[in-house]
């Protein structure tokens, strides 16, 4: 029996696509095709892919003319899909001619004429619509979401509003989008969606107005300072049917997804301790003293956290150890005891530096992802006996907003209130950390 083996998005399929699909059975007798997943896709800088990949999966699997349907998640995999699957021939649509040769040592490699005229591109341009975004705040996280947005399909930065007396003449001019300082004017605008990143301080309030007004949210961290204001906010959110989304963008990240999915498998053994550290000189960067007074916890502790709940999950006890400084803390260690025995420490300073990495220890092996680790691109799997360590590297463009603008705009888009990769239950937990230190530092 001669085995075949392709790979593609197939997002939207079309004929374009079952014409090349049956071009490649037609090279053998068995035909397996590996569906690229959404992390996969987005490291590889397709960010405006229109369905989900257990659609698109789907899809492919209901041909009856493919023999096999397998998930494609790193850019490693074709060799040890060819050597797993003991591969004949590997076909690709001869657009990639060239591309694929290095596979030659491993088994036939093909490239198929593609049906012209037809495309997946051109079927998302017909089929999809933009989301008119407005930013509220103007500073030097509004300046990087514009930029950022530029590579989003669907993404349309149409204006910005602020009320500060004082505003960044030099961010307004870079951001270029006409300026509102009337609230409900900006609110009454063709905007459908907001980025908030204002002061903290304001952050609960800006978001109930916006949700409100009719308004999908995504928001700078932290969302509330205060006990039960995200619960509201999210109650809420679902009331208008609008989505309230954290602005974290290392849950977005494809390698930080392909992490979790290699973690899940539990390679390393039971996980018994998660160290994670993010520092930031506020100061040196040229933040304004007003920003910097909100302290390493406000600003950081979310980042850390969320790699040790997305892996331990609730915690039984916490602990605080920080430093302070002109009353507010320079630095801050949360320490957590978790049900199933896993011990979670998150380090954050803004008055301090460290190496920025990570450790996942576990009973039979170890993680480590280099500093800075929530701009994850790559991460090793190490254990006793060197021979089986093993490692991941993803591409990463720009500082990582694109992922997360791309999952924003994709849940308006398929009309979906939350996110896989940052759920509800996530964004409630990360705020506990901060609430729960706000409370004892009263």
Known sequence: MTKVITYGTYDMLHIGHINILVRAKAQGDYLIVGIT????????????VSQSQQERFDAVKALDFVDEVIFETHKNQKIDDIIKYDIDKFVIG??????????????QVIYLPRTKGISSTQLRQQNSHNINLGIIGVNYDAIRFSKEAQFVSGANITSIYSDAPNIEQKSLKTIAKPLFTDLNQFLNSNIQAVYICEDINKHYDLIKICLLSGKHVLCENPLVLQENQLEELLQLSKQQNKILLSAIKTAFAPAFNKLLEELSNNPIGDIKEIR?????????????????????????????????HKLAHKYNTLQFIDQKENNYDISNRAITTHPNGIIGIATVGIGIKSNSDAVI???????YIPAPWWL????????????????????????????????????????????????????????????QYNKENK
């Open 37 to 48: 997943s959404e992390d996969y896709d987005r490291s590889r800088g397709k960010l405006n």
């Open 94 to 107: 001869d657009d990639w001619v060239g591309k694929f040769d290095y596979l030659k040592q491993y088994t």
């Open 376 to 435: 994850t691109k790559e991460f090793y799997f190490r254990f006793e006996d060197p021979n089986k360590e093993y490692s991941f590297e993803y591409e990463f463009a720009g500082d990582g907003l694109r992922y997360m603008i791309s999952e924003f705009i994709s849940l308006i888009q398929r009309d979906e209130l939350e996110s896989s990769r940052l759920t509800h239950e996530d964004m409630i937990s990360l705020s506990k950390i901060i609430i």
């Open 361 to 367: 220890s576990g009973t039979k092996g170890f993680v």
């Open 276 to 308: 994670t550290t993010f520092t930031s000189l506020y100061a040196q960067k040229g933040s304004s003293q007003q920003y910097i007074k909100n302290g390493a916890t406000n600003l950081l502790m979310d980042y850390p956290y969320l790699l040790i």
